[in-house]
T-cell receptor
């Protein structure tokens, strides 16, 4: 069974640009979660999508947005990039049975210069 | 708000020895889940073990086991017969039980474990 996949592996952008990160969940998983892992700030919850809708978002500005497609894959968009957006962005997926845990992809390393 | 605390930023252990990583959490919820995740230098986060708060029995997965003390809000991870491949950052995580907006994981700051030959 294929795990969670993310693309690209690395992304380098300039301040003010937009970044788009992609995630494909494990087959059969309907929920997709995005987390930011920034140096010194730990892992922070960004967004949760389930059945195509945004269900919850963390304490991040509106320039962090995303969507979930009918095939349950997801996209995270970060507009007006700032230097502090440089981080590892992790995507995770889960089934309806949340208690089994969330399964993570390898992440996208975003560097803003 | 829920918080998760890992008081040991770094630990080291000799191969084949046993090591215990500490985790405490703060919540007013009665039903929740607790997890330990491992993040090796390759950075892929791997689920190690899970515990449901309503279950008194401590979870075990091969060489990994937990000591769940609900009243003390403590959830430690024991790694037996440590192997070089156990070298990684270990994160303790909390998740509320239920529907709605309860499905985010709240992570501790992590414990960096080094296993030495």
């Amino acid at each position: 069974e294929a795990g969670v996949t993310q693309s690209p592996t690395h992304l380098i952008k300039t301040r003010g640009q937009q970044a788009t990160l992609r995630c494909s969940p494990i087959s059969g998983h309907t929920s997709v979660y995005w987390y930011q892992q920034a140096l010194g700030l730990g892992l922070q919850f960004l967004l949760w999508y389930d059945e195509g809708e945004e269900r919850n978002r963390g304490n991040f500005p509106p320039r962090f947005s995303g969507r979930q497609f009918p095939n349950y894959s997801s996209e995270l968009n970060v507009n007006a990039l700032e230097l502090e957006d440089s981080a590892l962005y992790l995507c995770a997926s889960s089934t309806l049975n949340r208690g089994i845990g969330q399964y993570f992809g390898p992440g996208t390393r975003l560097t803003v210069t | 708000a829920q918080t998760v605390t890992q008081s040991q930023p770094e630990m080291s252990v000799q191969e084949a020895e046993t090591v215990t990583l500490s985790c405490t959490y703060d919540t007013s919820e009665n039903n929740y889940y607790l997890f330990w995740y491992k993040q090796p230098p390759s950075r892929q986060m791997i689920l190690v073990i899970r515990q449901e708060a309503y279950k008194q029995q401590n979870a075990t997965e091969n060489r990994f086991s937990v000591n769940f003390q609900k009243a003390a809000k403590s959830f430690s991870l024991k790694i037996s017969d440590s192997q070089l491949g156990d070298t990684a950052m270990y994160f303790c995580a909390f998740m509320k039980h239920g529907s709605g907006g309860y499905n985010k994981l709240i992570f501790g700051a992590g414990t960096r474990l080094a296993v030495h030959p």
